[in-house]
């Protein structure tokens, strides 16, 4: 893996086409972008995952190498946003692999350091109401932590495109409003789930399951997928539907089931919606959504 060389400007790199470089701290990641600077007009792409890449974050990689001029991956597993009680240590850990995935998906510079912060920061970023719903209602502090490693990256990489998962929905909302709340210089762009051939959504916990808890984990999308189908019949419907296909799998803990909308996750009966699931598959936490259209209630 190349590291930080002699200044050449930022080149459209396609997928496969050579060593990115890689940079190991935040000094190793500044020398990169001074000796790789945009031209005028050109733009930088950041994908920020926390590793333990599969075929959601190259389809990740792929829509931003489609756009950008220069793409950087983060990788770096990030403990502002796991709880005291959840898998920091257990977390996959996979970097050979990643680099190989970042290489073939097309990445220019890969910034994995051991650590981002020299300490826990004192100054955070602050969800507000929209962090303490859904998910961080489960995961108290959880979207503060994740807004506070994703404008600090945001900050040492300077894209003009940073492109996010659609499957961790209420991370895009959030995303998209600290960017805008915060005027980040950065368009964010939301990349459609991947799905294994039998539905389930990717996620890098999906290698915490037993295959027995792998197939009780497909009642998830399965039950979105007959939300979807009956979507014309209207909110209660469609949430009686899912919740049957839910409530019919003995092996998962249903957290929540709802209708919400894409913009800002309130709670919507009518028009543009996501159908959002969280459970528990043994001590794993899944989450998964479709979007769907709701018709315009009658009377
Ligand atoms: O989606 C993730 O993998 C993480 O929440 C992110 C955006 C990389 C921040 O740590």
Do not use: W
Not at 159 to 166: E, H, I, N, S, V
Not at 259 to 265: E, R, T
Request: aromatic share 4%; glycine share 8%; proline share 7%.
């Amino acid at each position: 893996m190349a590291k930080a060389g002699t200044t050449t400007s930022a080149r459209p790199r396609p997928p496969g086409g050579g060593e990115p470089a890689l940079a190991r701290s935040r000094a190793d990641l500044e020398g990169l972008l001074h000796s790789l600077p945009l031209e005028h007009n050109q733009t930088r792409a950041v994908v920020m995952t926390m590793g333990a890449l599969h075929a959601g974050h190259s389809e990740l990689i792929r829509a931003a190498r489609a756009r950008a001029d220069q793409l950087i991956v983060t990788i770096f597993v990030n403990p502002l946003q796991f709880g005291p009680r959840e898998d920091l240590s257990r977390y996959p850990r996979t970097l050979d692999a990643d680099l190989e995935t970042c290489a073939r998906e097309g990445a220019d510079i890969i910034f994995a350091p051991a650590i981002v912060h020299e300490a826990p920061p004192a100054v955070r970023v602050c969800a507000g109401p929209l962090g303490d719903l859904l998910e961080g209602a489960s995961r108290p502090g959880h979207f503060d932590g994740v807004l506070t490693i994703v404008a600090t990256l945001l900050h040492l990489t300077r894209p003009q495109l940073a492109f996010f998962g659609k499957k961790d929905a209420q991370q895009l909302v959030l995303v998209r409003r600290m960017v805008r709340d915060l005027a980040f210089p950065t368009e964010v762009v939301g990349v459609s789930t991947v799905r294994a051939p039998d539905g389930l959504a990717l996620s890098s916990r999906n290698s915490y399951l037993t295959t027995h808890q792998h197939q009780a984990a497909l009642a998830l999308s399965r039950a979105l997928a007959v939300g979807v189908s009956v979507a014309d019949e209207g909110a209660d419907v469609v949430l009686e539907a899912a919740g049957n296909v839910l409530a019919s799998e003995p092996g998962i803990d249903v957290d929540y089931l709802t209708l919400a909308s894409p913009d800002d996750l309130t709670p919507v009966r009518t028009g543009q919606a996501l159908l959002l699931v969280a459970a528990r598959v043994g001590t794993t936490r899944l989450i998964d959504n479709i979007e769907l259209t709701l018709p315009e209630e009658a009377g």
